[in-house]
């Protein structure tokens, strides 16, 4: 069948986790079942394929890995990168002979349709600072029309040769006309569906529970960062991320993760949602992956660049400041001090719609709060070193 822009369509399901694995429930049978028949209902060939072993080592793997290490992953990100823009792609484009490949995501690129069909594969050169003379006509991701539900977030990490022959059909649209299109073909069963807010693939389930499966407990203390005091115990320094509700049996009052020792295993919590510990307005990335330009024009002329970030998808974008170091990696300096910024989590760069690219976030400038107490180093899950921005410390 062709669609209504006059493509030949074929269908593709992927299966990344082996529920059989765990003891969580997962959808993935029962979300096959629905793709097959919207096929069915819109008269298309139907495939599946199974990325369980590469989802495992390319995904997961990095997942545990992450919080063993102290760090927040978003998983999401890094499945979009290996996953569906690497092994689902090169299998369409490959085995299929796809000519592009469509997806759900609300985002747009800087290519009208017709012009994605034109794209011949271009090997990315290798190197950090790539021949500036090359004629690429790089492809820039964008922000969705419907702001809200704008995903550019997480495709930052994901491939140029992937993303020049990718096509967007919801970018341009907003949720609920996509879902008076599907009304309107007869698709009432996806309609039903709940949109996923759990683990990539993996689903919504008890966190500490499914974590704990995988990793070790390593029994530790909440320690309050006002005074030093114990206030309680926990199974795991990786079970806790910056700026969430630290579960402490016996106090009234909520408290905040807002620091973390690896070598001793403690967490550091304060009072009140909004306690000056929770904030910071430095981090460094590891190399940036830049999605049109590696790097930036500006940022390699003058070592530093304004433009916004977010590191949670949804949350309002923050001006900031990026230096560049000589390694690939970034500075971030934002323009306000930050609720919980967290290692592990990707800093996404956007500039007027643009979303620019992605870090991983490793290392924390201090806290004013930690400062005003003489501290001379934060104790956040941090790795490797780099250089720091003129303002900056080295941590």
Same mark, same amino acid.
């Given at each position: 069948m062709q669609s209504d822009a006059g493509y030949q369509v074929t269908g593709v399901f992927m299966k990344n986790w082996d529920s059989l694995d765990e003891h969580g429930v997962c959808t993935a049978d029962r979300d096959c079942e629905d793709a097959y028949r919207v096929c069915q209902i819109l008269d298309i060939p139907f495939h599946q394929v199974s990325y369980v072993k590469e989802y495992w080592n390319d995904v997961f793997s990095d997942f545990l890995n992450e919080y063993e290490k102290g760090r927040t992953p978003n998983p999401d990100i890094v499945c979009n990168k290996h996953i569906k823009f690497n092994c689902f792609f090169h299998y369409a484009v490959d085995n299929l002979g796809a000519d592009a490949v469509a997806t759900g995501h609300y985002a747009r690129t800087s290519l009208e349709d017709e012009?994605?069909?034109?794209? %011949?594969?271009? %090997?990315?050169?290798?190197?950090?600072?790539?021949?500036?003379?090359?004629? !690429?006509?790089?492809?820039?991701?964008?922000?969705?029309?419907?702001?809200?539900?704008?995903?550019?977030?997480?495709?930052?990490?994901?491939?140029?040769?992937?993303?020049?022959?990718?096509?967007?059909?919801? =970018?341009?649209?907003?949720?609920?006309?996509?879902?008076?299109?599907?009304?309107?073909n007869r698709l009432h069963h996806v309609l039903q569906k709940k949109e996923s807010m759990g683990i990539c693939f993996v689903g919504k389930r008890n966190f500490e529970n499914f974590i704990l499966q995988y990793l070790q407990p390593r029994p530790g203390k909440f320690i309050s960062i006002e005074d030093n005091k114990v206030l309680g115990t926990h199974q795991g320094w990786f079970l806790?991320?910056?700026?969430? !509700?630290? %579960?402490? *049996? =016996?106090? !009234?009052?909520?408290?905040?993760?807002?620091?973390?020792? +690896?070598?001793?295993?403690?967490?550091?919590v304060a009072p009140r949602t909004d306690h000056p510990a929770l904030y910071r307005d430095l981090l460094r990335t590891n190399r940036v992956h830049w999605i049109a330009e590696e790097p930036p024009a500006a940022l390699v002329r003058d070592k530093m660049m304004e433009c916004q970030f977010r590191f949670r998808h949804q949350m309002a974008l923050v001006p900031c400041v990026l230096t560049l170091n000589q390694d690939g990696t970034v500075w971030v300096t934002a323009v306000k001090a930050?609720?919980?910024?967290?290692? +592990?989590q990707f800093a996404v760069f956007y500039k007027g719609g643009e979303c620019l690219g992605s870090g991983k976030i490793l290392r924390l400038g201090p806290s004013a709060y930690t400062?005003?107490? *003489? %501290?001379?180093?934060?104790t956040v899950a941090t790795e490797g070193s780099g250089d720091s921005p003129g303002s900056g410390p080295v941590l």
């Open positions: 012009e994605v069909f034109q794209q %011949k594969h271009i %090997k990315r050169p290798e190197g950090l600072f790539r021949n500036r003379f090359e004629v !690429r006509n790089a492809v820039k991701l964008l922000q969705a029309a419907d702001s809200f539900k704008d995903q550019t977030f997480f495709l930052s990490q994901v491939p140029q040769d992937a993303l020049r022959r990718t096509l967007f059909p919801l =970018g341009g649209l907003t949720k609920e006309f996509v879902k008076k299109i599907a009304a309107e806790y991320t910056l700026g969430q !509700r630290a %579960k402490i *049996g =016996g106090l !009234r009052e909520p408290w905040y993760v807002v620091e973390k020792d +690896g070598t001793k295993g403690d967490v550091f930050v609720r919980a910024l967290t290692p +592990g400062l005003q107490k *003489g %501290k001379s180093k934060s």
